[in-house]
């Protein structure tokens, strides 16, 4: 059977650190979907097109990774894509203990699907999608942030 890993998140945009625990985690597993997830009540920056195309772009040459959207849990997404594990990535002790929460209750819903973690590169723990975009907003160069294949005009 696939080991196929899911790897959720808003990904708006995506950034370094999102693609390092993907480029790590594709020696585990058959094939990882980075899924990003449609929320009615989060407001985003970025369209969801554009998110998903700019993931496209960043693992093009990776034939084992694709890009889906998905509404809903979690948990209902990896059955419908028949993925036993969720790949998540971990900063700080505060991303443990909110993570721990989530893993902890997907466990509950679905006692099949186990959350995989992996600790970011060093220089990789102060970013997040947040971050980026509060650069960009104010006009920074957000170039050591995100991957080279997201070519973002100035606001
Ligand atoms: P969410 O909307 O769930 O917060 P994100 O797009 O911010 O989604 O993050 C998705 C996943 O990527 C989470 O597991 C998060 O911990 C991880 N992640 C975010 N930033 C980094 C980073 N700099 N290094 C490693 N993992 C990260």
Redesign the pocket.
Known sequence: MQKIAI??????PI????V??VKRAIPLFDKIIVAI?QNATKQNMFSIEQREKWIEQVFEKDATVEVQTYQGLTVDFCRQVGAKFIL????TSA?FEF?RGIGQVNKMLHPDIDTVFLL??PS??P???SIVRDVYRHGGDISKLVPPEINIPSP
């Open positions: 790897f959720p998140g808003s990904f708006d950034t370094r650190g999102h390092f625990i997830g998540r990535g971990l900063r991303d993570e970011t590169e990789f723990t970013i997040s999608s």
